[in-house]
């Protein structure tokens, strides 16, 4: 063919793209399937928010108390969004410098173009959307550390500035393209950027903050484990959004991302289950939902890197680590983190990051590294060290400022009353 019907052809093409207003080959950086796919992701991980992580954390407190969490759930949602708007989300993946943060150069969405980004195949403002989802349901995590006793305005000023001091840095050092990205660090959907972040920072508030009053003598059941049920089990089917989104298109990364995140669930719960039948000759149903969020958190790093035989190994593991690290903080250290945020996601999502280069070959659908074995679990060990020391770091200093203004917690008079008719004016349940 020659240069001139080249060219011509070329022309015609142009022609009719102005024609309609449709801009040149879209089509061949812009994948409809991947988009209709994220799309629905994104709605997926904010359903694990709202209302799955609500209900799950609301039915683990007592009665007086569940409208404070699904509050505090609501209100972060609301608030992280505007936040990850004007500057949240041009830190975390906007251009930076020295690979520690990036700028404010989309703060407010500017720049933001329905063109992909670099290597993607969806819009930009989907992927802002997308990743917003995370932005919200990283610092809902930490709620579960402090339920029943928290000042509601200190919560929101700390959720705040936490998510551009913390959350930002760390989201822009492992997926904008910061300097632990440069070393080859794996999180696909959040193991050290949602719950090592979390989770390290759920610990430090509780032991800032302190213990419940009724703490560990006179602890009160969960006063609704059904809907602890039912919250772990909108936040199942949310997963699926969290982790085979995270594949950014609707491809064979996602599908078998969506296989290991279901087997590593279900594995963990029977497991967890088992322990509580051999140890206490009972399984619970609330046993059973934590251990399959115990799963869940420990495969969302791995999610990219093993096949289902290293989910199963996944897991299992997830369920014997995190039921011990839950035994050890509550009841060996005493430590109040009302429900065990570290000893699930912070030690769940530790475990993953650190278990996926070992399994990353090991079995059919494995997909293999591309570094030898131990110097990715290097690469993966220092990834996950210098985001837990920074998450330390941030949420100790955000508590002590925001201590000499506010109060962390309310009255020993309002705790007792319980946060629903003494922070919100409000009750769930009339007698």
Known sequence: ??????????????????????????????????????LTATALVLFMTLPGL????????????????????????ALMSLVWLICGYSLAFGPGEGGIIG??????????????????????????????????????????????????????????????????????????GGWLAGMGVIDFAGGIVVHTTAGVSALVFALIIGKRAHFPKDMHPPHSPGFVMLGAAMLWVG???FNAGSALGANGDAARAMLVTHTSAATASLVWMGIEWVSFRKPTLVGIATGMVAGLATITPAAGSVGPAGAIVIGAASAFVCYGAVVL??????????????????????????????????GPLAPGLS??????????????????????????????????????R?????????????THGESAYHQ
């Open 1 to 38: 063919m020659g240069f001139k019907s080249i060219a011509a052809r070329f022309g015609v093409l142009s022609l009719l793209c102005a024609v309609f207003s449709v801009p040149a080959f879209a089509d061949s950086v812009t994948s409809s399937g991947d988009t209709a796919w994220i």
């Open 54 to 77: 609500a209900l799950f954390y609301g039915g683990l407190v007592q009665a007086k108390n569940l409208l404070s969490v699904l509050m505090q759930c609501m209100a972060i949602a």
């Open 103 to 176: 700028g404010f150069a989309k703060s407010f969405a500017a720049g933001v173009t329905a063109a992909p980004l670099d290597g993607q195949s969806i819009p930009e403002p989907l992927f802002m959307m997308f990743q917003m989802t995370f932005a919200i349901i990283t610092p809902a995590l930490i709620v579960g550390a402090f339920v029943e006793r928290v000042n509601f305005g200190a919560m929101l000023v700390f959720c705040a500035l936490w998510l551009l001091l913390c959350y930002a840095p760390a989201a822009h050092w492992v997926w904008g």
């Open 239 to 241: 997963w699926f959004g």
């Open 329 to 362: 903080i509550r009841q060996k250290l005493q430590i109040d983190d009302s429900l065990d945020v570290f000893a699930v996601h912070g030690v769940g999502g530790i475990l993953g990051s650190l278990a996926l280069p070992f399994l990353a070959a090991f």
């Open 371 to 408: 570094k030898p074995v131990f110097v990715q679990f290097g690469v993966q060990l220092l990834g996950v060290t210098v985001v837990a020391l920074l998450s330390a770091a941030v949420t100790a200093g955000l508590l002590y400022a925001i201590r000499t203004v506010i109060p962390l």
């Open 410 to 422: 309310v009255s020993p008079e309002d705790e007792e009353a319980g946060l629903d008719s003494a």
